[in-house]
């Protein structure tokens, strides 16, 4: 039987670009790729390795996550797929693309604010998704995940989410 080889580099950015299309199960609008949680991209022992980090220990997509991501990559052919799910390194909002921001703020959550402007409060966000007024009130340190922040705007009145800074 002929072995049939690979070009790895070719394929790892076939796959990446794939990953794009597999949304955060949470948070629709953006990937898992906006999201920053692509750690490594591998072949080995005939097999593709993917690893991931969470946004969060205990995020409740933790398990749904490598499924989307085996069933689109199953889709596109491939199917000697190991989906990782990793801790360290620990995922960080440094992580999140400009472009995962931007889709963010557009679907009404304030992205997290880079680690060099925070203060004591894990880092306000900058302004509201709403009507753009930087006058936000804390409503609770939890939202409907974890890993944001429940806040009110000032001006409009509304609220919003803030997806807090790790």
Known sequence: MKEVLIDTHIERKEIASLLHEVADPEIPIVSIVDLGMIVDIHYEHDQWHIELAPTYSGCPAIDVIPILVKIRLEKAGYHNINVNMQITPPWSTEWISEEGK???????????????????????????????????VLISRFSSTPCKAAYRCASCNEPFEYFKCY
């Open 102 to 136: 931007q889709k963010l703020f557009q679907y009404g959550i304030a992205p997290p604010n880079p680690k060099e402007r925070l203060n004591e409060d894990e880092g306000r966000p900058r302004q509201c998704p709403q009507c753009g007024s930087e006058e936000t």
